[in-house]
């Protein structure tokens, strides 16, 4: 005998779930967020306003001024006690290699061996959470990042699925034969162990390709290794790289480590130079008459990390390329792990490199943001708090107008409009997601 009230039971199961799936959610009002500031600065005049007032709605600043109509319904953030800013920009990390003492002694030819790529973009997710925390909402991510391993994490942010920071990525360095390491002859056989750690390009058809190749898989700025070996790519090659990306609207950032280079890589007027080491005041001189960036990833000497001769040798460079009013940006090279410390905290520490090459608090942050924009290539869409512009800010308790160290302990995140963090707690769970909230088509 069949039991009927068992069926019917199943039934209106089956009708009140259907119709719980198929309700469609009530038209969504637009999310506003109101922020009251206590004071906001503005980076690129080096002024502060006091109190505030900043609508956000969806991802974007909508309004901004001291006395807005709050809208009825608006979420309010209270931040009157602090001093709101725009994020801050690393523009050089590797947020998809970690190396370690232990086991590989520092050694990332070997790290590369021993972690897969999938692994890597697992530690790039957690390090883009770090540097977040930290304040920094833009990373321009420069290689070493395995198989593509950056774009994945691009694309993971910029789809919806997890936290990060806006990420400007290159793919796989570009460079001649062998790239930064040095394999065996057996090795080096179809440079096999090179890639996808580098891909070579010696011949200028190679480098078309291997420009065409990066963008392909999601490139936004190409990474050169201009003179890793022996055989330094020439003004000609440079060239060809600039016109290949820009056939695409990008720009190349190259790797330098040789005084002669550096200086065939300003000639061809690259669009940045990463490193610093071979710069000097000719070389300097140079960029400045050009506009080329220094990106000079500038260590500071710490108890886990350089020399006082390094150190003392970055700061003089440091000092000269500010006096002859080269482009400068905030850069780490982050790509290590420093026990007891985030990524982000060790990026935010080169803050001591800055402070000690004299750069006066105003013009550390300006470098650490409007420049940061700037060599990003995103100016017109993020930095400066203004209306239209991405709604990505930090909050700090000092100002860091006056005391640059103030930005070591940032105690509010917003990114793209929703709030990271608060009093100083990340509080992540509105940015994860079941699916690609902002849509499949972001590659
Ligand atoms: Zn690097």
Not at 12 to 25: G, I
């Amino acid at each position: 005998m069949t039991k009927p009230w068992i069926v019917s039971a199943f039934f209106v199961l089956f009708l009140v779930s259907t119709a719980t799936a198929q309700t469609p959610a009530p038209a969504a009002a637009p999310a506003i967020t109101a922020i009251r500031a206590g004071r906001v600065v503005d980076p690129e005049t080096g002024t502060a306003s006091a109190n505030q007032i900043i609508l956000v709605e969806g991802t974007r600043i909508r309004e901004i001024g001291a006395n807005l109509a709050i809208p009825a319904g608006a979420k309010v953030v209270d931040l009157s006690s602090m001093t709101v800013l725009p994020g801050l920009v690393d523009a050089h990390n590797h947020l998809a290699l970690t190396y370690k003492m232990d086991p590989e002694n520092n050694f990332y030819y070997l790290t590369y061996v021993m972690d897969s790529t999938a692994i890597r973009a697992i530690q790039a997710v957690s390090n883009g959470i770090q540097m977040l925390s930290s304040g920094f909402t833009v990373v321009r991510d420069l290689g070493n990042n395995g198989n593509y391993a950056d774009t994945a994490l691009r694309v993971a942010i910029e789809q919806g699925w997890i936290p990060g920071p806006t990420i400007v990525n290159s793919g796989i360095i570009i460079g001649a034969m062998g790239g930064q390491f040095n394999p065996t002859p057996e090795m080096a056989q179809e440079h096999s162990i090179v890639y996808p750690e580098y891909l070579d390009a010696d011949t200028r058809d190679e480098i078309v390709k291997a420009v065409r190749q990066n963008i392909l898989f999601g490139a936004k700025v190409i990474k050169i290794c201009v003179d890793c070996k022996p055989y330094p790519y020439s003004i000609d090659d440079m060239k060809l790289f600039v016109s290949e990306a820009a056939n695409a609207g990008l720009k190349v950032a190259g790797h330098v480590q040789t005084r002669e280079g550096a200086r065939r890589a300003i000639e061809a007027e690259l669009w940045s130079i990463e490193h610093s080491g071979p710069l000097d005041d000719e070389l300097h001189k140079m960029m400045a008459a050009k506009g080329i960036w220094r990106v000079g990833t500038e260590t500071p000497f710490t108890p886990y990390r350089g020399s006082q001769q390094a150190f003392d040798r970055t700061v003089a460079g440091m000092k000269n390329a500010y006096a002859n009013k080269v482009p400068m940006a905030f850069s780490t090279d982050a790509d290590y792990y420093i026990p007891g410390m985030t990524r982000g905290e060790v990026a935010i520490n080169f803050l001591l490199s800055w402070k000690a090459a004299g750069i006066p608090a105003k013009e550390i942050l300006k470098i650490l943001t409007t420049n940061g924009y700037k060599v990003s290539g995103i100016e017109k869409q993020r930095g400066p708090l203004k209306a239209g512009f991405a709604a990505d800010m930090i909050a700090v308790a000092g100002n860091p107008l006056d005391d640059i160290d103030t930005l070591r302990k940032v105690q509010f995140v917003m990114k793209d409009g929703t709030v990271f963090k608060q009093n100083g707690v990340m509080t992540p769970e509105a940015f994860f997601h079941g699916g690609p909230v902002n849509g499949w088509r972001i590659r």
